[in-house]
C-alpha cells in the first residue's frame, strides 16, 4: 500500500497551492479520501473529506469556501485545491484513505504548506 502527497510548498498569503495524492496497493474506488493538516505544536485536524464516489465531500469550517477536494477514481487520486491561503493554514498536510465501517486506514508521509510572505 502506497499513499503518496506531493505539491507543498511557500505560498504568499492570498496565494493558491494544489496538493495531490497518489494511492495505490488498495481498491481505492472503495475509500473514502480525506485530508488532515497538523501546525507545530497542534493535533491533527480534519481540513476535508470525499466519499468513495465523489458524491459528497464536507469541510472544516475553517477552510470552507476556499479549500475544494476531489478525486479521479480511473488514475487513483485525490486533490486538495487551496486558495485565499492564509498564515494559519500552514501546516504539514496528508492524505488519508479509510474504507468505511472496515476500519482500514493508509496515511501518507505528509507535505509541507507554509503561508509567509
Known amino acids: 500500500v502506497q499513499v503518496a502527497e506531493s505539491g507543498g510548498g511557500l505560498v504568499q498569503p492570498g496565494g493558491s497551492l494544489r496538493l495531490s495524492c497518489a494511492a495505490s496497493?488498495?481498491?481505492?474506488?472503495?475509500?473514502?479520501m480525506r485530508w488532515y493538516r497538523q501546525a507545530p505544536g497542534k493535533g491533527r485536524e480534519l481540513v476535508a473529506a470525499?466519499?468513495?464516489?465523489?458524491?459528497?465531500?464536507n469541510y472544516a469550517d475553517s477552510v470552507k469556501g476556499r479549500f475544494t477536494i476531489s478525486r479521479d477514481n480511473a488514475k487513483n487520486t485525490v486533490d486538495l485545491q487551496m486558495n485565499s491561503l492564509r498564515p494559519e493554514d500552514t501546516a504539514v498536510y496528508y492524505c488519508n484513505a479509510y474504507l468505511v465501517g472496515y476500519g482500514y486506514d493508509y496515511w501518507g508521509q505528509g507535505t509541507q504548506v507554509t503561508v509567509s510572505s
Open positions: 496497493g488498495f481498491t481505492f474506488s472503495s475509500y473514502m
Open positions: 470525499i466519499s468513495s464516489t465523489g458524491g459528497h465531500s
